[in-house]
Structures are given as structure tokens and as C-alpha cells.
């Protein structure tokens, strides 16, 4: 029930928003073209501000609903909520280093096949846990890679493959969960990019052992920072909530006690018997934990991912149909057998096309229209990698090209029709003016 003050101020939240919402038309060259951004509603804010009045500045009820609502759009059975994208996967990776895995726990110098060419926190829990990344190429146009380099690259002591959507173009995630199987190597889906996308008509996210989110505002939904480890498995649900939780054994909530009945009456490790379970401790954990801010924003924005999908997928045609046939650019293109909830609409500018991708983009930058890399590009080229093991199979030949010619716009639910027709309208200027 809501007192009578708190009605009144979150009231004036709706007219404060609605106030910083005047429209403002768009005035191309002028108005900024953001790649990407949070699309933040009246409810959003609302529900933002409501959290605060109720002081709910910690994990809370919030959180475990969004846990709950959020696992169940995917169809999974546990969904931990995280601090960020990078700390879910450096949870998901760090949970398959754990003993409760018997044989299958992976092992310092253990092999995880990842891709060479996206984000680095993709990839640095693989050596925070003292594993060896080892790096395979992926296609032009996907900018993902495929089963058959998966398969190359599995050595004797591959245990595992981590990999992330690219930018929101699902990789053929059904092959590759077949190809871990017939392997016994876990699978982490880093979805971080493309939550709401399909393959086969199922939601990506839902094929590995483990997955990831992150709300960071670039993503399909935001709580400003954020992220998710989803899992259908009861076990590595439960090693997930303890190594984010400070490695505790108890998985009471706060001002919870005894859920188990025995917080006085086990004994573990070379405790004495009936110590305070609370204080437990049975994982070398982090605190990696959000907050009901956070959660309470989340809920808000997750009513709308359906709305916020068909807008990315919208925008992206619009621009695909908007470039078709356009010179010296190669288009991006859906991975057959996906339907992707797009993160950005990325071009490669073609060796011969007679301009190169820092012109194309300063062209761009200067029409207001924000691009950007495909992060890392070819991530071994990197200063962070110069001292770190890992493995190449095969060649990075592809992730080259695009560190050298690829970029991306944004498609993102912010962006008007019209908006994309001037971004469209742009890239095409520029380039008949080469030709
Ligand atoms: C594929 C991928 N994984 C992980 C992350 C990290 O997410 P966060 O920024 O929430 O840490 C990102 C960030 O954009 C990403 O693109």
C-alpha cells in the first residue's frame, strides 16, 4: 500500500519525466545518432525512484523477482543477478572450476575454445581462473564463428567453449551444444548482446550449461549496470549464488535465518560442529551482488523486451534495405536458421572499395552519427594479451579484417525511422561521392 506522500511524489516523477521528455524534433547533422543507449520510460523511472523512497538499496525483493521473471522468459529454472555482464561471466566460468564438479571440474592449464574477435570479459575469466584461452577466427558478414572451427580446434585438454553472440546475430549455437556433447565440454553462452534472439526458433541463452546478461544501457534491457548467470542446472545454480555471495555456504537472504534448519547443527571442513552456517564458508567467492535500484528498473524495462526486440529487428531492416546493393560495403547478414534481436548494424569496408573504414566513419562522426569498433576487433593484438598463454587454431585472418575495416551503428530502440533513413542516406552519399 502507498502513503498518501508517496503518491504524490512519485506523481510529480511522472511530470518531471514527461517534462524532460518534450519532444524535440529531429535535426539531421545536428541531432546526436547514438549506436546505443537506454530507452528509459515514465514506468522505468517510476519504478527507479520508488525503490529509493522505499530505501531498498540492497539486493531485495525486487531482485529475487526479476531472478524469477527473467528466468522464466528464457525457460530456465535459476537466473542470479550480478553486478555486470563481465561478473556473470566470470561467475559462469569460475563455477566449472569447482569441486562439486568431481571429474568434470576444469583444471589449471584446461583449454576453453573462444573466438578472437569480440569483447575481452568474454574471455578474461578464462585466465583469471588459470585456464588457456584458445582463440578461433569467425566468418565475415555472421562476424560469428561456425561448428566446423569449434571442432578444429578441440585439443586433449579442451574442457570447455565460451562464447558470445555477436552483437546480437546468434552463432549456430545447436550445432555447437551438439559438438560439446558428443565432447563432454560444458558451453557458456555469453548472451550479453543478444537477449531476445532466436535460433531454430528457440531463445538463445538457452542451449549452453550456463548464461550470461548484462544490462550495462547499451544492452536489450538496462538497470544502468547489471548482469544475469541463468542456468537449468540445479547444482551449478547453486555454486553460481555462493561464489557470487562472498563463497558462502548459506543461501539465506538477508534478515533470513535458519531456511535450512541446520545453522546450528552441521559441521564442515575443520569446523567445530554447530558452527553458525550464516558464516560458512565452502567457495573462494567474490561479492558480485546488485541492487534493488538496479532490480526494481529491470522489472520495468523486462515488460517491454518484446517491444524493444521488434524495434531492433525493425531498424535493422530498415538500414539493411536502406544499404542494399551500395558499393565497396559488405552488408551484415543473419546467421541461417536465426532470427536476431540486433545490438547494431555492422558494415566491413571491402579492400578494393576505394575508401577506407577512418574516412567512411569520420564522415559519419561528423553527421553526428555514432559508430563503433566491433570491441576488440582481434583481441591477441591487444596490449592486455601481449604477456597472457593462449592457443590460436587455424588462422585470425578474418578477425584482421574486421580490426582493420569493420564498424557498426546503432539499431537500437531510440532511433527513429527517420533517424535511419538519414544514417542510410549518409553512408550512401559518401559513398557515390568516391565512386
Ligand atoms: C559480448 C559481451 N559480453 C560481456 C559484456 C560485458 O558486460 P558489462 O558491460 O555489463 O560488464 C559485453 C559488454 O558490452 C559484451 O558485449
Known amino acids: 500500500m502507498m502513503s498518501e506522500s508517496q503518491e504524490l511524489i512519485l506523481e510529480s516523477v511522472r511530470k518531471y519525466h514527461r517534462e524532460q521528455q518534450r519532444e524535440t524534433s529531429f535535426v539531421p547533422g545536428v541531432t546526436p545518432l547514438l549506436p546505443s543507449g537506454a530507452v528509459i520510460d515514465e514506468d522505468d523511472r517510476v519504478a527507479l525512484v520508488g525503490a529509493a523512497l522505499d530505501l531498498r538499496i540492497a539486493a531485495g525483493v525486487s531482485s529475487r523477482r526479476f531472478e524469477r521473471e527473467f528466468a522464466k522468459v528464457l525457460g530456465l529454472r535459476k537466473a542470479h543477478l550480478t553486478n555486470s555482464g563481465s561478473s ?29 574477435c569480440g569483447f575481452p570479459t568474454t574471455v578474461y575469466p578464462i585466465l583469471q581462473n588459470g585456464l588457456l584461452p584458445v582463440f578461433i577466427d569467425v566468418e565475415l558478414g555472421t562476424y560469428n564463428t561456425t561448428a566446423e572451427r569449434v571442432a578444429a580446434a578441440i585439443g586433449p585438454r579442451t574442457r570447455a567453449i565460451m562464447i558470445a553472440h555477436a552483437l546480437g546475430n546468434p552463432y549456430p549455437v545447436a550445432e555447437i551444444a551438439a559438438l560439446a556433447e558428443r565432447h563432454g565440454l560444458f558451453l557458456i553462452e555469453d548472451n550479453c548482446d543478444a537477449v531476445g534472439s532466436l535460433y ?10 550456463l548464461t550470461t546478461a548484462s544490462f550495462y544501457p547499451a544492452h536489450h534491457l538496462t538497470m544502468g549496470e547489471g548482469g544475469c548467470v541463468l542456468t537449468d542446472d540445479l547444482r551449478l545454480a547453486r555454486i553460481v549464488e555462493s561464489l557470487r555471495d562472498w563463497g558462502r555456504d548459506c543461501w539465506c537472504e538477508p534478515g533470513e535465518n535458519d531456511t535450512c534448519h541446520k545453522r546450528f547443527g552441521q559441521q564442515q571442513g575443520g569446523l567445530p560442529y554447530g558452527y553458525d552456517h550464516k558464516y560458512t564458508f565452502s567457495h573462494v567467492g567474490y561479492n558480485l551482488k546488485n541492487t534493488d535500484l538496479q532490480a526494481a528498473l529491470g ?13 531492433r529487428r525493425r531498424n535493422w531492416a530498415r538500414l539493411r534495405a536502406g544499404l542494399d546493393g551500395v558499393p565497396g560495403l559488405l552488408l551484415p547478414e ?10 547494431g548494424f555492422v558494415l566491413t569496408v571491402a579492400p578494393d572499395a576505394g575508401f577506407t573504414r577512418a574516412q567512411l566513419v569520420a564522415h559519419l562522426e561528423a553527421r553526428r ?36 575495416n ?9 532511433l527513429s525511422i527517420e533517424m535511419l ?6 553512408v550512401r552519399d559518401f559513398v557515390a561521392a568516391r565512386g
Open 88 to 116: 556473470a561471466n566470470l561467475l559462469a566460468l569460475t563455477a566449472l572450476r569447482q569441486r562439486e564438479l568431481g571429474d568434470r571440474r576444469l583444471r589449471p592449464g584446461d583449454e576453453v575454445i573462444t573466438v578472437a
Open 200 to 209: 531454430q526458433g528457440r531463445p538463445t541463452g538457452t542451449f549452453g550449461h
Open 299 to 311: 522489472l520495468s524495462q523486462l515488460t517491454k523486451l518484446p517491444e524493444f526486440g521488434a524495434a
Open 334 to 343: 543473419a546467421t541461417p536458421g536465426s532470427d536476431p534481436s540486433w545490438f
Open 369 to 404: 552519427i555514432g559508430t563503433r569498433v566491433l570491441f576488440a576487433g582481434n583481441l591477441t593484438r591487444h596490449p592486455a594479451f601481449a604477456d597472457q598463454p593462449y592457443r590460436v587454431s587455424g588462422e585470425l585472418t578474418n578477425s584482421d579484417v574486421i580490426t582493420e
Open 406 to 414: 569493420t564498424f557498426w551503428i546503432g539499431v537500437y530502440p531510440g
Open 421 to 426: 533513413d538519414y544514417m542510410a542516406a549518409s
